[in-house]
């Protein structure tokens, strides 16, 4: 458990300014859990070239450096530069997930995806452009077009993995949780709400003794909300994460 597929240059001789180092730690760091999962006894194996990584962080940093210069010395071009943003994206999705999978392989044999460069443009440009005019209900639905296109589009050899996951389940899902969320927004707003009209009560201007009361109520009450949000952002993690394991399998052929 634990060892390194790959063949074996040491990672001190890479410098680490920049990030460039940071490519091959995620080579590394996926070649330790890939080794660390095992399926009927037989290890994953992580295949990438740090190289081809260093040249897709180095793109996307550039990217951001323009990004940047054009922000703060060309205003007038920053929107430029949010659209070329968005008109590359779907095309890093897509070559990603293309690396990925010709990279990851279980008993010699490589994984692949069969995903559509047009379907990425459609997923990750076309459809986060509806999340204002619909106020924010398509989201769930984009989320499960992201997996989708991923898991829909896996194949191991010549078996094709199926997604069977639907739209409805991740939007149930996303309901319960926003319903949870709500009924602890309710209980903290409705809290500061007692305690602002028990400190006007009689309409009399609140002294400094009310004040502090109410500001030293409303600090361990923030806290108790943004725990609270925790379990419903695992609960939301949890589901998801059982949905892609309990509705993916590979059976289908090419």
């Not at 309710?186 to 003794?209: D, E």
Request: hydrophobic share 45%; no cysteine; glycine share 10%.
């Amino acid at each position: 458990r634990g060892s390194f597929s790959a063949s074996g240059s040491s990672t001190s001789s890479f410098p680490s300014p920049l990030g460039v180092y940071a490519a091959w730690a995620k080579a590394r760091s996926r070649q330790y859990f890939y080794t660390s999962t095992k399926l009927a006894g037989h290890p994953f194996e992580y295949l990438g070239d740090p190289i081809a990584i260093l040249k897709g962080n180095l793109i996307v940093e550039v990217g951001f450096v323009l990004f940047y210069l054009t922000q703060n010395i060309y205003p007038k071009l920053s929107l430029l530069g949010i659209g070329l943003f968005l008109v590359v994206y779907p095309f890093l999705i897509y070559q990603s997930l293309r690396f990925l999978a010709a990279n990851s392989s279980w008993r010699n044999l490589r994984f692949r995806f069969h995903g559509t460069l047009g379907e990425s443009y459609k997923i990750y440009m076309m459809l986060p452009l509806l999340t204002l005019p619909t106020l924010g209900p398509i989201i769930p639905y984009i989320l499960f077009r992201h997996r989708q296109y991923l898991f829909g589009n896996a194949a191991y050899g010549t078996t094709r993995n199926e997604f069977r996951a639907t739209s409805g389940q991740f939007y149930s899902i996303h309901i319960l949780a926003r319903l949870m969320g709500a009924v602890l927004y309710g209980l903290f707003f409705g809290l500061i709400w007692y305690l602002t009209l028990g400190s006007l009560r009689g309409g009399a201007v609140p002294g400094p003794g009310a004040v502090y009361t109410l500001l030293f109520t409303l600090i361990p009450a923030y806290a108790v909300l943004l725990l609270g949000l925790t379990p419903i952002q695992q609960y939301v993690y949890a589901n998801t994460v059982n949905l892609y394991r309990d509705e993916s399998s590979f059976g289908g052929k090419i």
